[in-house]
């Protein structure tokens, strides 16, 4: 595999755009209060958080790849002048204010909502609830997966599938045995992505959900909350919402890497 | 932050005219805005612009070096985190006491704060790490109930919007907060008045005008107290 050459001057915007990242990252690191992140860090409220905070986004994410890869597929394949009408719903909650992503999820499956007020009747309550993070998550992560995976379905020409068609194999196995091989690179990265945000999500999740420890309250609620009382304790957490993301992307991007290579 | 930064650049300029940038904690947007009105028409060349957030994210705001003249704050400890930039001691305004909120018609027919200690009501309140929330939980130790709310919710905003639209049968506000917000309604609640939260104002040290600031903060607790009395805020004798 060869490597697109670089014109020189793309690399000074190239720095900026890594300082533009790692300086505010590189500034909360120095306001940390070294001396206490342990002793933050592990508090059983933070503790609380990040592992409701790694639950969720784990279904979540695995929801992403479930729905995501799907409709990604359709929207690639599919031949049709409300295409673009399609996506662009299917992406809104990219553009959406998280606040109001969460009205939306309220009005749809909140007590009085579209969907809700029939689950309200039939006792099913999701406000309020774990499964109502989840849905938040699911509902702002999803445009990424989808996203990666059309975009990396309409890139490739139908060739192989047509091939492996010729020689009799069916829909379902060129799909597992070519197509899937071919957009591993693009499912890592939606599944990636889609996880990243599912962590970090925070206005959707305090609409909906509402923030409750234990139940509701995940990491970047937790950091919100404490940011009014200690904001010490605020930047220690997220350090480790931080580091938690990193060291799940590093892992994850590595074997990309490394074939790449 | 970005409209706090653009807005405090213009202080004294040549023509004589002055901007007093003000920051005032979300719950004041209503009277604030009757205050800047007038405090304008008695000061004429002087343009007051106020700027709402949250009491937490204006004191920081103002310990990041903020341009701000005046901070008015909805509580005292949000006040105190900025210590030294206040150029006088604080001068409490107001007062504001909390309530039940129920949605209007009150479906779950909620008659006291000992609903709020019931899991069948599914009630809302704030955190005990945010003001709102501290006061609630000294209300309910003053009832003798002991709360169980489906959420703890970072703002009171967040517990009047849950409760304005159905999602809760019931949360603890301020009387304040209930008057501005359709949809809802308050229930008497036993003991609201043992329980006082009050606004502290003072001028602040970046203050490159320190008599108009410092006039400001008079206005607010002389003239300005019938707008805070309009609005239901508790006032002060002077």
């Known amino acids: 595999m060869t490597v697109a050459m670089m014109p020189r001057w793309m690399m000074p915007l190239a720095v900026a755009a890594g300082a533009l990242v790692a300086l505010p990252l590189a500034a909360t690191a ?28 784990a279904v979540a994410t695995a929801l992403c790849v479930a729905l995501g890869v799907p409709l990604g597929f359709a929207l690639a394949t599919w031949r049709s002048r409300a295409k673009p009408a399609v996506r662009a719903l299917v992406l809104a909650p990219l553009v959406l204010p998280p606040v109001v992503g969460g009205l939306a999820l309220l009005y749809a499956f909140g007590r009085r909502g579209l969907v809700g007020a029939s689950l309200h009747a039939a006792g099913v309550e999701l406000a309020f609830t774990t499964v109502a993070v989840v849905l938040a998550q699911t509902f702002v992560a999803l445009p990424f997966m989808v996203l990666a995976v059309e975009s990396a379905v309409s890139a490739r020409g139908g060739h192989h599938e047509a091939l492996a068609a010729t020689l009799g194999a ?17 499912l890592i990265t939606g599944t990636v992505l889609a996880f990243a945000r599912a962590l970090g999500e925070f206005g959707a999740t305090l609409t909906f959900a509402g923030s409750l420890p234990g139940v509701t309250r995940t990491l970047p609620l937790e950091i919100y909350l404490q940011r009014e009382a200690d904001a010490d304790a605020a930047v220690a957490l997220a350090a480790v919402l931080v580091v938690v993301a990193v060291t799940v992307v590093a892992l994850a991007y590595r074997p990309v890497v490394r074939r790449a290579s | 932050m970005v409209m706090g930064l653009a807005a405090g650049t213009g202080c ?37 612009v106020m700027v709402h957030a949250g009491s937490a994210d204006l004191a920081a705001q103002i310990i990041e070096g903020a341009p701000a003249d005046v901070f008015a704050a909805a509580d005292e400890a949000q006040m105190a985190v900025i210590g030294e930039h206040a150029a006088a001691p604080p001068a409490v305004f107001a007062t ?4 039940i909120v129920v949605p209007r018609g009150n479906p779950a027919a909620v008659g006291s704060i000992e609903s709020l200690g019931d899991p069948s009501v599914v009630s809302v309140v704030c955190a005990p790490q945010v003001p709102c929330g501290a006061s609630s ?82 206005y607010v607790l002389t003239t300005g107290q019938e707008a805070l009395d309009a609005y239901g805020f508790g006032t002060v004798q002077r």
Do not use: C, M
Not at chain 1, 170 to 186: D, F, G, Q, Y
Not at chain 2, 13 to 24: C, E, I, N, Y
Not at chain 2, 182 to 207: C, F, K, M, Q, W
């Open chain 1, 30 to 57: 120095l306001r940390i209060d070294w001396s206490r992140l342990p002793e933050l860090a592990a508090s059983p409220s933070a503790l609380d958080a990040l592992g409701l905070s790694l639950r969720t986004a």
């Open chain 1, 170 to 186: 069916s829909r379902s196995v060129t799909l597992w045995r070519v197509t899937v091989p071919a957009l591993r690179p693009a």
């Open chain 2, 12 to 48: 004294a300029s040549s023509d004589g005219s002055s901007q007093l940038t003000v920051f005032a904690a979300a719950s004041l947007v209503e009277p604030f805005s009757v205050i800047e009105e007038s405090f304008e028409a008695a000061h004429p060349g002087v343009d007051v």
């Open chain 2, 96 to 99: 504001n006491t909390l309530t």
């Open chain 2, 137 to 218: 939980a000294r209300l309910a130790a003053l009832a003798g109930v002991a709360l169980v709310p489906s959420s703890e919710e970072t703002s009171v905003t967040g517990v009047l919007s849950k409760v304005a639209e159905g999602h809760a049968d019931a949360g603890l506000v301020y009387v304040t907060d209930v008057a501005r917000r359709t949809g809802v309604e308050a229930v008497a609640t036993e003991h609201a008045d043992e329980v006082v939260n009050a606004y502290p104002i003072a001028a602040l040290t970046g203050s490159d005008q320190p008599d108009l600031s410092a006039g400001f903060v008079d």
